[in-house]
């Protein structure tokens, strides 16, 4: 065996000097001396290593693959040569050499980050994300400063979409380097998605302080401030993100549901426009284009957007907000195929994405749900605010004295909330009820508001208030009973009591179904709305009041009728009122009124003015069946009292289903006129039965449609009778339990009394 003789002086001042000339860069004077030496000594393993590695930066990877062989072979155990060769080899395309090359250097130096990382750079060269990752870890694992290796390991775990352990690995990223930004911000977009919105704040907060230009950073920082209810603060965050990444549809559009949210509905249909305009393809600014578009009254460009976004993305909670859409047009068609397809997916069970939440209220206004499903659409939707802590109280609740309530509401105005609830607030004893209004609709002033703020005298506006701080409020104020007047409807903060500001918690008159929300422990109702033996549709316990839910205004003004000419009513016909909203007339209901119409000649149909376009295919709809367009008068909106005024000249009030006349029924009974009802299985449907016999009308209620269609024909067949039930309702209308102002102010603060003290929560019927 020959043995490796030491280098002369001379030889070893030029292999000082090629080591010198490598770290300098030079590396064409390093592979010419490196070149010199190795001819001199063949067996000098350090030189073929310099020399190799020289010629790997000199881009001459085939040539460098031969000397370092030569290296590994004169000292297989030099773990630092073995990973060079597997460098070259890389470069030289021999994947599976290189790999092999670098697994040898970790067998004889498994500690080091160096060769972790060189291996781990070869496994993604060839695909093999997943075992990248976990030598880049490990990597990272032997050099905890290097913030290049944390990052490169952050890129691959969004790419793997692993968000269990790119959330683990962020955090110990940001233990051992607390200032990373990158690493804030993606754990901030992880726990945002989880739902754990003060932790995103906190996170994404610092990961945009410290790099102000990270658009991403900026952009889910405002949907973290959405989630805490800080639309204001929200919109800065969109706006900013949007600035800095002017053509990223994503930052526009999350810049727009912030604006929707703050009620700034024309940027942000501007905001939606340019996102579109930056991504066609994308399906999400076309479903909020389609949400923004309803909330603006734009019904037709709703339809339109939300069909396009679920082209894009067949998603189920978009499918039935378009299918909503459609209803709202009366385009009958469009609902039912789309609803189809709803339906054959959602029966399969809703999915398990967190993202993906069909909206209760547009699920229990489809026809075919009932109250069971209609739960479960509920819970699901409300598990987004779950993870809500619970504020701090500063007492507990008072189990003597004046019950401290507080109602909360975007509706403090000229609404139909307002409408039935003034007088009732107004009739409240204070010596037994302290009400409490926190309200966090719009600014507005109107005759609704100022009445309810004399009626009110401890008014609380949270608009600006962000959901935890809203919530710490009422738990400041005291409440004892908390009740939600939105439910899920439009305008809803479910997140405020998501944080269990009040020992006692309810849900009341916007909301007609189930909220499957944890938080809420009561939904008032009454016997019919909720029948006995039907509470297990129910995420609440049920506090029933006697006679109807409901409550009226007996103040309300009534102007005086017109003569029927003066209202486009033809003079002797039998006037059919069906004053409801588009997406209420269904394909079913609309049919059996023409059905009316045909079999009651001088019958005429009189509808509330709808959009033009919803107007052209009723019209269309009735000349299918033979009806002429002159038998269906079109009623233009009006203020209440003028609106009452007129509905007086009505004889029938017509019921739709499944979602009932609520406002619209007491409205036609307070103005004079017989209320049909058809009483179907879930409360959104029984709301009008529950009106009319509380008006003591109970022979105006039916359980089918074909008892509706008979009761109608009867009663329009028999003029005297019709009179007869009217003069008996207007004799009675000041008496009945329905219009009762006063009296269902005592039940109701009787039955919040019961609830305050009882223990355990049960089931409650009030009764007088």
Known sequence: MKVQLPLSARDQELLSQAASLFSQGRYDRTIALAAELGARHPRHQVVHKLHGCALQLAGRSEEAVAALRIAVRLAPSDAQAWSNLGNALASCGLFEDALDAHRRALVLQPVSSAFNHNLGCVLLQVGQ???????????????????????????????????????????????????????????????????????????????????????????????????????????EAGLRAASLAPEWAQACNNAAVALRDAGQLMQARTMLLRAIECDPAFPDPYYNLGCTSADLGDNETAREALIEAIKREPRIDWMLQAAHACRQLADWDGAELIEAAFFQQFGEGLQSQAHVLPSPFAYLATPGTGPVDQRVVAEHFAAQYVARVAVARTGAASARGPLRLGLLSADFRDHATAHLLVGVLEALSPERVVVFAYDYGPAVEDAYSDRLRRAVTNWVVLRDMSDRDAAQRIA?????????????????????????????????????????????????????????????????????????????????????????????????????????????????????????????????????????????????????????????????????????????????????????????ASDALWAGVPQLACRGDSFVSRVSASIVEAAGMAELVVDSEAGYEALALALLSDRQRLGRLRQRLRAQRADCALFDTRRFADRLAHGLEMARGGQPLGHIDVTD
Not at 140 to 156: N, Q, W
Not at 603 to 617: F, G, I, S
Not at 642 to 649: F, I, K, P, Q, T
Request: charged content about 20%; hydrophobic content about 50%; proline content about 7%.
């Open 129 to 235: 994300r997943a075992e990248a990752l976990d030598h880049f870890w490990r990597a990272f694992d032997f050099a905890p400063s290097d913030a290049e290796l944390a990052r490169l390991c952050r890129e691959l775990l969004a790419e793997l979409g692993d968000l269990d352990r790119a959330a683990l690995f962020c955090r110990v990223n940001l233990e051992r380097l607390p200032a990373d930004a990158g690493a804030a911000a993606m754990l901030g977009g992880i726990v945002l998605q989880q739902g754990l919105i003060d932790e995103a704040l906190v996170l994404l907060d610092a990961a945009v302080k410290s790099v102000p230009g990270d658009a991403v950073a900026w952009s889910n920082l405002s949907v973290a401030l959405r989630g805490a209810g800080r639309f204001q603060d929200a919109v």
């Open 476 to 664: 400041d104020d005291r409440i004892d009973i908390a009740i939600d007047l939105k439910g899920w409807t439009q305008g809803y903060r479910g997140g405020i009591l998501a944080h269990r500001p009040a020992p006692l918690q309810m849900q009341w008159l916007g909301f007609p179904g189930t909220m499957g929300a944890p938080w809420i422990d009561y939904i008032i109702a009454d016997s019919v709305t909720i029948p006995h033996g039907a509470e297990g549709a129910y995420s609440e316990r049920i506090l029933r009041l006697p006679g109807c839910y409901q409550p009226n205004d007996a103040l309300r003004a009534v102007a005086k009728t017109p003569a029927r000419n003066a209202l486009g009513l033809p003079e002797g016909a039998l006037v059919l009122a069906a004053m409801h909203q588009p997406y209420k007339i269904t394909r079913e209901v609309f049919s059996l009124w023409l059905r009316l119409l045909d079999k009651v000649p001088d019958a005429v149909l009189w509808l509330l003015v709808p959009p033009e376009q919803v107007r052209l295919r009723l019209l269309d709809a009735a000349l299918a069946a033979g009806i002429l367009p002159e038998r269906l008068i079109w009623a233009p909106r009006l203020p209440m009292a003028d609106h009452l005024g007129r509905l007086s000249a009505a004889d029938l009030a017509l019921d739709t289903f499944p979602v009932g006349a609520h406002t619209t």
